[in-house]
């Protein structure tokens, strides 16, 4: 059974940073990409960031230069940090991983950017 369990979540001031860690219950996690997405109140589920199997990155416009994902494939975790938060960065959010065609969530975690 596939488990993705978010943390790290919190209220921050602008400026500020969190990280955000992921913990997959996957088996071979090593072999696959992971994502992190968001989604604010009102607002699409969006794509933040993929970390591929051996750690390469690509970013969401809106977070480049500002979050940097990694991943520890020892420890079947994949993170997120996110530097220079904006009150924009306010969201839920989720990692993603895609198995067989299937893509499977996290609870989330809730990041609050506000004065």
């Known amino acids: 059974q596939v488990q993705l369990v978010e943390s790290g979540g919190g209220l921050v001031q602008p400026g500020g940073s969190l990280r955000l860690s992921c913990a997959a219950s996957?088996?071979?996690?090593?072999?696959?990409?992971m994502g992190w997405y968001r989604q604010a109140p009102g607002k699409q589920r969006e794509l933040v960031a993929r970390?591929?199997?051996?750690?390469?990155?690509n970013y969401a416009d809106s977070v480049k230069g500002r979050f940097t994902g990694s991943r520890d494939n020892a420890q079947n975790t994949v993170y997120l940090q996110m530097n220079s938060l904006k009150p924009e960065d306010t969201a839920v959010y989720y990692c993603?991983?895609?198995?067989?065609?299937?893509?499977?969530w996290g609870q989330g975690t809730q990041v609050t950017v506000s004065p």
């Open positions: 996957v088996k071979l996690f090593s072999l696959y990409t």
């Open positions: 970390i591929t199997t051996f750690g390469g990155t």
């Open positions: 993603n991983i895609v198995l067989g065609g299937v893509d499977y």
